[in-house]
């Protein structure tokens, strides 16, 4: 398969934990980017890195990405209730279509 | 910036009718716009890409003449369901791209269809 193969596919950890999410892929790609959606509601984009970075952070956000095992990871820290949603990766690729992970549903509990 | 308004975000029609959903990008120029259809706790099925002024590319297994979609300027994209079936009720949600494959995508809020 092509897509973006998400793991876990739920998660849940009590507030104040880290979340780390993965993503690993089989196809060549651009980039690779990471949106969250919360439920009933579009994709907000967090993160994009490159296929030539190998970490990018953003707040509490840090991406990391291994082209040679064909993996990424986003690691939320220091988890608040109000990071409860669904966490999708995508992979880009040469021309602007992304290719899209099955997702994450991650709960955080107060 | 980079906003993509989605309108309307509920609708509710009958069976046989069409309903027109609105992707506008309200700051930028999408040159390509997409529309993807959601299925309950599943990720998002893409069903079409659209560039201004040309037509519609579809996805297999996606029928062209059901979903109408129409790219008619830079900031405004629609996707009509034609003779909507209750199989048809879904959450479409539209995205909007201002660059190349290395620009992130903007979407819209969605649209939560249910057909009657």
């Known amino acids: 398969s092509q897509q973006g193969e998400e793991d876990p596919q739920a998660l849940s950890i009590q507030e104040g934990e880290n979340a780390t999410m993965n993503c690993s892929y089989k196809?060549?790609?651009?980039?690779l980017q990471w949106y969250r959606q919360n439920s009933g509601r579009g994709l907000v984009h967090l993160i994009l890195i490159r296929s030539n970075e190998r970490e990018k952070h953003s707040g509490r956000l840090r991406v990391t990405l291994d082209t040679s095992k064909k993996s990424s990871s986003l690691l939320i820290t220091a988890s608040r209730a109000a990071d409860t949603a669904s966490y999708f990766c995508a992979l880009g690729r040469s021309n602007y279509q992304l290719i899209w992970g099955a997702g994450t549903k991650l709960i955080i509990k107060p | 910036g980079a906003v993509v308004s989605q309108h309307p975000s509920r609708v509710i029609c009958k069976s046989g009718t069409s309903v027109k959903i609105e992707c506008r990008s309200l700051d930028f120029q999408a040159t390509t716009m997409f529309w993807y259809r959601q299925f309950p706790k599943k990720s998002l099925m893409l069903m079409a890409t659209?560039?201004?002024?040309?037509?519609?590319?579809?996805e297999q297994g996606v029928e062209k003449d059901k979903f109408l979609i129409n790219h008619a300027s830079l900031t405004l994209s629609t996707l009509t369901v034609t003779s909507a079936h209750p199989e048809d009720s879904s959450f479409y949600i539209c995205?909007?791209?201002?660059?190349?494959?290395?620009?992130?995508?903007?979407f819209g809020n969605g649209t939560r269809l249910t057909v009657t």
């Open positions: 196809t060549s790609i651009n980039n």
């Open positions: 995205s909007a791209s201002d660059g190349t494959g290395n620009s992130p995508l903007h």
């Open positions: 659209s560039n201004e002024g040309s037509k519609a590319t579809y």
